[in-house]
């Protein structure tokens, strides 16, 4: 539905635009596809809503001192959208043939003017229109400008998202359908018109643009360990989705799994957690199915499974005068894996850099330590990262550091 895709192509088009944290992971950006029947408002939804929402909500940030210290780049009060049709384009290179301009007198290359308008901006969006309608030779071309931003000699700042949109190849004018390479570079989400939504805007209302959603500033410092968590340890017991087309997992010619589209799912998931969205969400559902294709379906029964509490959350009880963690684990995690996985995530959490870090790495073995004699097995990968980064001047319970040796000494341990 175009309510969830508009929302997560909102939440893609922003997250390049704030500072990242150094422990993060992954590219700026994150590229959409959006695929829908002719007329259905794609294009008018990236260029007549999207890109008026986000650069009024870029004028909020840069003016409030505490959110645009987070911005990337300063932001020069434009933001730029700009369009390449790609059967428009050329097939040797996105850049364009040069092209006489008579009343400039010089050569102009249209795809490079709008790369480079889009790259001066800091802020804004490259759109590729009417994908599947391009050759493949196009198509092959445009690949590192998704990926990576780069066209050329130009190099597009993370803070420029990366749009692409089509028909389907059966409904396209000389339509075609994309290679696994072009796939697994995009988010691919469906796109159609609610009703509700275009009479809305028929009547004078917002339409679609009430489903634009905000990115907070600090999203990945808050959310990205958490997401991380829960998906590796999916991979961990999954091995072989890890990417399906290696495995052979994989039919047909739609998204799959690879290490990049998992990435971008751990950092879309944190951007669903920063909405208040649980991961079991049909949000984040929606996401990574035009991720990781059919996976997704093993990952959403998966994660509807973990429903651990927020580690943030249980690390900042533990560092309150008088706090009690324990009281914030729900008694649906009563099971080993879900403790498991909760252990982990609030070590993670606890290691990661921070003015506090001291503080709290040592409330972090108020969660963790209480497992270490009734359940040792369950506290045993959070032991490891603890151990993996111990702050200096850190106090290390007794009971954690009798363990460290034991299981050192029978090797389970690293030394």
């Known amino acids: 539905m175009s309510e969830s895709s508009m929302k997560l192509l909102s939440l893609a088009t922003q997250m390049g635009w704030y500072k990242k944290p150094s422990w993060s992971f992954g590219g700026g950006r994150l590229p959409v596809l959006l695929e829908g029947v002719p007329g259905c408002g794609k294009t008018q939804a990236i260029k007549r809503v999207l890109g008026p929402a986000l650069q ?22 434009k933001f730029a959208v700009g369009t390449l049709v790609v059967p428009q384009t050329s097939p040797e290179t996105i850049e364009g043939i040069p092209v006489p301009d008579f009343t400039a007198k010089e050569l102009s290359r249209y795809p490079l003017d709008t790369i480079k308008a889009a790259a001066e901006s800091v802020y804004g969006i490259l759109f590729f229109d009417e994908v599947t309608s391009g050759q493949e030779a196009t198509g092959a071309s445009i ?12 190099t597009l700042p993370d803070t420029v998202a990366i749009h692409l949109a089509c028909n389907p190849p059966d409904q396209a004018a000389a339509g075609r ?54 998906i590796s340890n999916f991979l961990r017991v999954h091995p072989r989705l890890q990417n399906t087309v290696q495995s052979g997992v994989h039919k047909g010619d739609g998204p799959w799994a690879s290490e990049r589209s998992w990435t971008n799912a751990i950092r879309m998931l944190a951007a669903c957690f920063s909405l208040g969205e649980l991961a079991s969400s049909s949000l984040f559902y929606n996401a990574a199915k035009g991720m990781v294709g ?24 533990a560092m309150r005068k008088g706090g009690d963690p324990m009281h914030l684990i729900p008694e649906t995690v009563n099971r080993p894996d879900k403790r498991k996985v909760m252990l982990e995530s609030v070590a993670r959490c606890a290691i990661r850099d921070h003015k506090d870090k001291l503080k709290r790495w040592e409330a972090a073995w108020e969660i963790v330590g209480p497992f270490l004699d009734t359940n040792p097995d369950e506290a045993q990968e959070a032991l490891n990262v603890l151990n993996s980064d111990v702050p200096p001047g850190a106090r290390v319970p007794e009971a954690a550091s009798k363990l460290w040796k034991i299981r050192r000494a029978a090797g389970i341990i690293p030394g």
Not at 143 to 154: E, F, L, N, R
Not at 184 to 203: C, G, Q, T, Y
């Open 56 to 77: 009024k909500r870029l004028d909020q940030v840069s003016k409030d001192p505490e959110l645009a210290k987070y911005l990337a780049h300063e932001y020069l009060g």
């Open 143 to 154: 690949m590192t400008t998704v990926q990576d931003g780069i066209a050329g000699s130009t």
């Open 177 to 230: 359908d994309l290679s696994l390479p072009e796939i697994n570079r995009v988010m691919k989400l469906s796109w159609e018109m609610p009703p509700a939504a275009f009479l809305d805007f028929l009547n004078g209302g917002k339409g679609l643009a009430a489903e634009v959603a905000m990115l907070p500033p600090d999203w990945e410092d808050k959310h990205l360990i958490k997401a991380s968590t829960l």
């Open 294 to 317: 059919g996976t997704a379906d093993s990952l959403s029964e998966w994660l509807k499974e973990m429903d651990i509490p927020d580690p943030e959350l249980l690390l900042a009880e």
